[in-house]
T-cell receptor, first 111, second 111 residues
Framework: DAGITQSPRHKVTETGTPVTLRCHQT?????MYWYRQDPGHGLRLIHY???????DKGEVSDGYSVSRSKTEDFLLTLESATSSQTSVYFC??????????FGAGTRLSVL | GESVGLHLPTLSVQEGDNSIINCAYS??????FIWYKQESGKGPQFIID?????DKRQGQRVTVLLNKTVKHLSLQIAATQPGDSAVYFC??????????FGQGTRLTINP
């Protein structure tokens, strides 16, 4: 997992509730990413960060927000979870040399 | 928009044979490509990468070939082993520090 820890690993929640997923890295990578993985869609970028307090939207950012107050932590928040956000979420980090290193994933079910 | 795709969603090979996983890309300006392996229940793991100024790059039992003329990328795995069973993703760099992933090919090994 290249020093990348995601928590929780599994979560079940109800529609309309807020959810925060955490990604923690120990390698001092500058760049961090949140992806979702769904059958037939591969990995799709939600948001990414290029430094502390510097974030930008990805391909599927609607309904998600992120925050990065420290180099090592990147949080993904679903303000009001919907069933369409049921997915497996992956965090990744990189130094900027193109190779992204991934965490083990968080499986989120929104009922 | 531009996208990365795969010719086959599944590939089945005999143990000991060579595996070839293909990937087509549509952005002729792409200058960097990468292959990941994802085992069940785990995050994607980096296998090998290649820049557009190269046609071939070799790693341990793996080779990536890039044909810019037809915008085609392939991953060759020599002497396929049971541990090679996984989903393999190609990705291309899009913009600064962002990757666009294909949908993946599932490789299964027959004993």
């Amino acid at each position: 997992d290249a020093g990348i820890t995601q928590s929780p690993r599994h979560k079940v929640t109800e529609t309309g509730t807020p959810v925060t997923l955490r990604c923690h890295q120990t390698e001092n990578h500058r760049y961090m990413y949140w992806y979702r993985q769904d059958p037939g869609h591969g990995l799709r970028l939600i948001h990414y960060s290029y430094g502390v307090k510097d974030t930008d939207k990805g391909e599927v950012s609607d309904g998600y927000s992120v925050s990065r107050s420290k180099t090592e932590d990147f949080l993904l928040t679903l303000e009001s979870a919907t069933s369409s956000q049921t997915s497996v979420y992956f965090c990744a980090a990189s130094t900027g040399e193109n190779i992204q290193y991934f965490g083990a994933g968080t499986r989120l079910s929104v009922l | 928009g531009e996208s990365v795709g795969l010719h086959l969603p599944t590939l089945s090979v005999q143990e000991g044979d060579n595996s070839i996983i293909n990937c087509a890309y549509s952005n002729s300006a792409s200058d960097y490509f990468i292959w990941y392996k994802q085992e069940s229940g785990k995050g994607p793991q980096f296998i090998i990468d290649i820049r557009s100024n190269m046609d071939k790059r070799q790693g341990q039992r793996v080779t990536v070939l890039l044909n810019k003329t037809v915008k085609h990328l392939s991953l060759q795995i020599a002497a396929t082993q049971p541990g090679d069973s996984a989903v393999y993703f190609c990705a291309e760099r899009q913009g600064a520090q962002k990757l666009v992933f294909g949908q993946g090919t599932r490789l299964t090994i027959n004993p």
